[in-house]
């Protein structure tokens, strides 16, 4: 336990009573629960940087695929998947065997989690500006593919239902 005091901080063991000395921050606190802690921590960062050093070894091999443990972005994912299903059966195998070796998952478990990252991230939506003076085709293209938001923008609205009537285009509307 951690207990503070009129000189600073100090940690006692409930089993034994013993005292550590006072700190000034807890950080220095040096005692045998926290130099454990403090060596597990670092054992941790030991082992992913050897397990990203295995993967790296594995996969220029060009034999096998595992795949890695972070990804800049979902194509470099994608690209590491692709790959990885490009491998026969049997490669496959071996492959997922490695990566339960150095990870504890196969690369489809890996690759599901993986990918949920991206899928749970928020979908940029471009805001166009739509005025009076005329809304553009490639405006409508871009609000189909990218889709805009008319939540509020009243003016917007009656704009857009009034261009959808003289135009005969269809523009659908959020329902309120």
């Given amino acids: 336990i951690i207990m503070e005091d009129h000189n600073g901080y100090f940690a006692i063991d409930l089993e034994s009573g013993i005292r550590t000395k006072s700190y000034d921050t807890i950080l220095e606190i040096e005692a045998p629960a926290f130099v454990k802690a403090k060596e597990i ?8 940087d050897t397990n990203n050093k295995k993967v790296k070894e594995i996969n220029d091999s060009g ?14 994912l994608m690209d590491d998947w692709n790959d990885y299903n490009s491998l026969s059966a049997d490669m496959k195998r071996h492959s997922d065997d490695m990566s339960i070796e150095i990870y504890g998952k196969s690369n489809s478990e890996r690759f599901k989690e993986l990918r949920s990252k991206y899928l749970n991230s928020e979908i940029p939506y471009d805001d166009l500006a739509l005025s009076e003076s005329g809304l553009q085709l490639s405006d409508l293209d ?35």
């Fill in 41 to 48: 921590l670092s054992n941790e960062d030991d082992t992913q």
């Fill in 63 to 76: 034999m096998y695929k595992v795949l890695d443990d972070k990804y800049a972005s979902e194509e470099q």
């Fill in 142 to 176: 871009r609000a189909r593919d990218y889709g805009i938001e008319l939540r509020g923008k009243k003016r917007e609205i009656e704009y857009l239902q009034a261009w959808s009537l003289n135009s005969g285009i269809f523009v659908i509307l959020p329902c309120d």
